[in-house]
């Protein structure tokens, strides 16, 4: 047996660095598909190195994917986009990394799926869990790449490439449904999580995060992997469930368990809604989320005992005790991620009403109106340089913040969202600012790379993916052809990463991060559609997956 293994991990760790599908196909006749994956190497080991054959670029970036018979997922649609967007990318560097980037995601997070269709599972299922829905149906677990854990906000943006190809791809279309279904699970027991361990049913040992958390509501460790409450995290499961209907038309994840998770979700916004002091008495009135954390960093954790700075009364607006990038807010409600729920509450009250739930569709409506208002009556200043913009950060008070981070949901990716459009006046203004220093002091700038950063990594570290989203936000075809070739020239393993040093791209973070590659996946195929002219031959027509 133990020879058997050695064997198989050579072929495996062979087959990762042959690159050419025809040896790896070749190599896996005849093997059990089982041995040979768990012989296959851990992909945090392996992003981490390049791999043969190279591009024929001048940068020559290597072939990144693993081996077929590695890979956690596999979908025929995905590799036909692979081979249409390949061979009519000119750059063929550029055309590598979206090779390695936009099945990324696929080949190496899917930790676990089942259809929920009759079988072993299903019926082990029931037996454990009983009838009555909880985990029913297709499930799928993905997690964010190097960390063994998922987040809302990182698995709904990792899928949303594939969502428009889910209607040619059953398999893909199950696969989804089943992220939605363990998302549904994920909020319904710990609604203000942001972060969760495998689901009790796929068997997967639950991992710890190492930290020294207090938090209530208090959550099961075993299930929860961290639980910051992040109101991004929220609108990410309605979006995923947004894209997945708009795309398919799939009614299937619109059952019970769904319904409860969504009315807990309103809970939720309605109890982070209230004012820190009583609106009749004035009094203090302690929050329903408190978080602390043993920690020498001031981001890592809440003021005032776990409380968060104090936010008034009568906005519309919701609190959010923590951003995307996972640091706390400074000013509770944060305006990108108001923006994101109050666009996906009406989105889901749309599909709603469309599949007769009316009076749900309206409750929903009325709370993203809410939102939406609060954004432009507190959320929008007027700065003395820039005029009318919005703030990242604001407290119902008149105090505010004047900043972007490079996660997403951003005040740069507020078009992405489809909270304004690109045109519009207060977000051109917005945008101004934010991309130069003199308006965001998490503009980083330096002789190797430029772009937003923020307080998650430091002073000196620009996450790529904010180039990316410039790129999406821009009609500009110099903008967007400066911001693709700076991302390109940065991502020497042939993937994106998490962060650049300005002083030189050899310094970064994270080799493996699925969410970075998922965007610019996304971008490319933005820039296909809208201006194909930019990475295709001339005279070539749009690419737009229909």
Not at 452 to 471: A, E, T
Not at 484 to 509: F, K, M, N, P, W
């Amino acid at each position: 047996m133990k020879t058997m293994i050695m064997l198989l991990a050579v072929l495996a760790a062979f087959t990762y660095a042959a690159g050419g599908f025809g040896e790896q196909d070749v190599l896996g006749q005849g093997i059990d598909p089982e041995r040979y994956k768990a012989a296959c190497p851990d992909y945090l080991h392996y992003s981490r190195m390049p791999h043969r054959p190279l591009s024929d670029g001048p940068l020559s970036l290597p072939y990144q994917r693993p081996s077929p018979h590695c890979r956690t997922f596999s979908s025929p649609a995905v590799e036909k986009v692979i081979e249409d967007l390949t061979t009519r990318i000119k750059d063929k560097d550029l055309a590598r990394i979206f090779e390695n980037a936009f099945p990324n995601t696929l080949d190496t997070t899917v930790r676990w799926h089942v259809d929920g269709k009759t079988g072993k599972a299903s019926k082990l299922k029931r037996d454990r869990y009983g009838d009555d829905g909880y985990w029913d149906g297709a499930q799928s677990f993905i997690v964010t790449g190097d960390i063994n854990a998922e987040w809302l906000r990182d698995s709904t943006n990792q899928l949303a490439q594939y969502q428009f190809l889910a209607k040619k791809d059953k398999q893909l279309e199950s696969l989804i449904l089943g992220a939605i279904n363990t998302q549904a699970e994920f909020v319904i027991e710990s609604p203000y999580c942001n972060a969760f361990q495998p689901p009790p049913p796929s068997d997967i040992s639950p991992v710890p995060n190492g930290q020294d958390d207090s938090v209530h509501p208090a959550y099961e460790p075993s299930r929860v992997f961290e639980c910051k409450y992040e109101i991004d995290s929220l609108a990410a499961f309605l979006a995923l469930g947004n894209q997945f209907f708009k795309s398919t038309g799939n009614k299937a994840f619109l059952h019970k368990r769904w319904y409860l998770a969504v009315d807990t979700l309103l809970e939720v916004l309605e109890e982070q809604a209230k004012p820190t002091f009583g609106p009749k008495t004035g009094e203090f009135e302690r929050n329903e989320y408190l978080f602390r954390r043993r920690t020498n960093a001031g981001t890592e954790t809440l003021n005032l005992g776990g409380i968060g700075n104090p936010l008034n009364g009568g906005t519309g607006l919701i609190r959010s005790a923590f951003r995307p990038s996972d640091d706390a807010t400074i000013l509770g409600f944060f305006i990108p991620g108001n923006a994101m729920i109050s666009v996906e509450l009406k989105r889901t009250g749309e599909m709603l009403k469309a599949v007769g739930k009316s009076k749900l569709a309206e409750k929903l409506q009325a709370r993203g109106d809410s939102i939406e208002k609060g954004i432009w009556e507190h959320g929008v200043v007027t700065h003395k340089k820039y005029g009318e913009v919005f703030a990242f950060e604001v407290d119902g008070y008149g105090s505010s913040i004047m900043m972007d981070d490079a996660n997403l949901p951003s005040l740069l990716a507020l078009p992405v969202m489809g909270f304004v459009q690109r045109d519009n006046k207060v977000y051109q203004n917005t945008r101004k600012m934010i991309l130069e220093q003199a308006g965001n002091p998490y503009y980083l700038e330096g002789q190797a790379f430029a772009g937003i950063g923020g307080p998650h990594i430091g002073l000196q570290h620009v996450w790529p993916m904010s180039r990316l989203v410039q790129i999406m936000t821009s009609d500009d075809d110099a903008e967007i052809s400066d911001a693709l070739a700076a991302v390109t020239s940065s991502s020497r393993l042939g993937l994106v990463h998490e962060s650049i040093h300005v002083e030189r791209i050899t310094d970064y973070t994270r080799s493996w991060f699925a969410w970075a590659n998922s965007v610019f996946a996304q971008t490319i195929l933005d820039i296909a559609s809208r201006k194909p002219h930019l990475i295709f031959r001339k005279g070539a027509d749009p690419y737009v997956i229909e």
